[in-house]
């Protein structure tokens, strides 16, 4: 999983934006949707507001908000990567 956050994170200047958030949202989705992973615990990103991701990434990123998983992954995001994303998911429905 971390190697598939370096790939995607390395490929940002590369792919248009849209393509690079698709991509990045794809590692996202195994557990943020409806559904996802069968764990009610995760929340669905889809729809949300744009800057409730970004902030919740940031404090995953920063140490400021604890978890399991999250604070490793979210290190692996550029600035540029967390807006995308949050963007992308803000825009599904």
């Known amino acids: 999983m971390a190697a598939?956050?370096?790939?995607?994170?390395?490929?940002?200047?590369?792919?248009p934006p849209s393509t690079h958030a698709r991509a990045l949202a794809a590692t996202?989705?195994?557990?943020?949707?409806?559904?996802?992973?069968?764990?009610?615990?995760?929340?669905?990103?889809?729809?949300?507001?744009?800057d409730g991701?970004?902030?919740?990434?940031?404090?995953?990123?920063?140490g400021e908000r604890a978890g399991t998983v999250m604070p490793q992954l979210a290190r692996g995001y550029t600035d540029a990567d967390i807006d995308a994303l949050a963007q992308w998911f803000a825009a599904q429905r």
Do not use: E, Q
């Not at 598939?4 to 792919?15: E, F, G, N, R």
């Not at 996202?28 to 744009?50: K, Q, V």
């Not at 991701?53 to 920063?62: D, G, L, N, V, Y």
């Open 4 to 15: 598939l956050l370096v790939l995607a994170a390395s490929a940002a200047p590369v792919a």
């Open 28 to 50: 996202c989705t195994t557990c943020h949707t409806r559904g996802g992973a069968g764990l009610a615990a995760i929340a669905p990103l889809d729809g949300r507001a744009a």
């Open 53 to 62: 991701i970004a902030s919740a990434m940031r404090a995953f990123r920063s």
